[in-house]
T-cell receptor
Framework: SAVISQKPSRDICQRGTSLTIQCQVD?????MFWYRQQPGQSLTLIATANQGSEATYESGFVIDKFPISRPNLTFSTLTVSNMSPEDSSIYLCSVDSQWPPQYNEQFFGPGTRLTVL | QKEVEQNSGPLSVPEGAIASLNCTYSDRVSQSFFWYRQYSGKSPELIMS????GDKEDGRFTAQLNKASQYVSLLIRDSQPSDSATYLC??????????FGTGTRLQVTL
C-alpha cells in the first residue's frame, strides 16, 4: 500500500486562527479523502479531494470553513479556518487503493492532532 | 438514524479465546465492507475487507458477511493482548466513500 505522511503531526492553535494540514503520498492515487475524528468518536468524512476540481463536501462541512486543495495526484491540503475549540480533533487523510479499483479500500495517514485553545 | 452500528464495548476476552465483533448497516446497496483496527493515539489500520456473502479468513482473523441480514462480523481467534484496540467497521457503496461505525473497544486480558 501507499506510504502516506501528514504535516504537522500535532499543533496547538489559538481560536480565530487557521491551520493548513498537508498530506503527501509516495505514489499517484486517484482518490484522496479528509476525515475528522473528534475525541472519543469515530471517523467522519469531511470531503473528497478531487484533482483539478473543487472538493466534494459532506453534509455539515463547507468550503469556507475547510478549504481543500489537490494540485496533483500525490498531494492535498486541508485548511481549518477561523478555528474554535470545537475544531479540536484528529484530522486524517486517506487514499484509495489502486487495485482493484472497485473495492474502495482506503489507507490512512498518521493523522494531525489539533488542539484549539 | 445511524448508518453503521457497533456495540461500543468494552468487549473483554481472556487471552487465547475467540473475540467476536459485530456490525450492522442500514444501506442495502452497500458493496464493500471493512474492518479497521485503531490503537490509542494511532490512525486506523485496515485489517480485513469482504465483498461477498460468506466467510473470509486471513490468519487469526475471519470476516463474515450476510447481506440479507445487513450484518458483518469479525472473529479473532487465539486473542492476544496485542489485539487490544478499537475495531472500526466501515461500509462503502458505489461512491468510494466510507461510513464508519462508532467502534468496539476490545480488551484481551491475561
Amino acid at each position: 500500500s501507499a506510504v502516506i505522511s501528514q504535516k504537522p503531526s500535532r499543533d496547538i492553535c489559538q481560536r480565530g486562527t487557521s491551520l493548513t494540514i498537508q498530506c503527501q503520498v509516495d505514489s499517484q492515487v486517484t482518490m484522496m479523502f479528509w476525515y475528522r475524528q473528534q475525541p472519543g468518536q469515530s471517523l467522519t468524512l469531511i470531503a473528497t479531494a478531487n484533482q483539478g476540481s473543487e472538493a466534494t463536501y459532506e453534509s455539515g462541512f463547507v468550503i469556507d470553513k475547510f478549504p481543500i486543495s489537490r494540485p496533483n495526484l500525490t498531494f492535498s491540503t486541508l485548511t481549518v479556518s477561523n478555528m474554535s475549540p470545537e475544531d479540536s480533533s484528529i484530522y486524517l487523510c486517506s487514499v484509495d487503493s489502486q487495485w482493484p479499483p472497485q473495492y474502495n479500500e482506503q489507507f490512512f495517514g498518521p493523522g494531525t492532532r489539533l488542539t484549539v485553545l | 438514524q445511524k448508518e453503521v452500528e457497533q456495540n461500543s464495548g468494552p468487549l473483554s476476552v481472556p487471552e487465547g479465546a475467540i473475540a467476536s465483533l459485530n456490525c450492522t448497516y442500514s444501506d442495502r446497496v452497500s458493496q464493500s465492507f471493512f474492518w479497521y483496527r485503531q490503537y490509542s493515539g494511532k490512525s486506523p489500520e485496515l485489517i480485513m475487507s469482504i465483498y461477498s456473502n460468506g466467510d473470509k479468513e486471513d490468519g487469526r482473523f475471519t470476516a463474515q458477511l450476510n447481506k440479507a441480514s445487513q450484518y458483518v462480523s469479525l472473529l479473532i481467534r487465539d486473542s492476544q493482548p496485542s489485539d487490544s484496540a478499537t475495531y472500526l467497521c466501515a461500509v462503502s457503496g458505489t461512491a468510494s466513500k466510507l461510513t464508519f461505525g462508532t467502534g468496539t473497544r476490545l480488551q484481551v486480558t491475561l
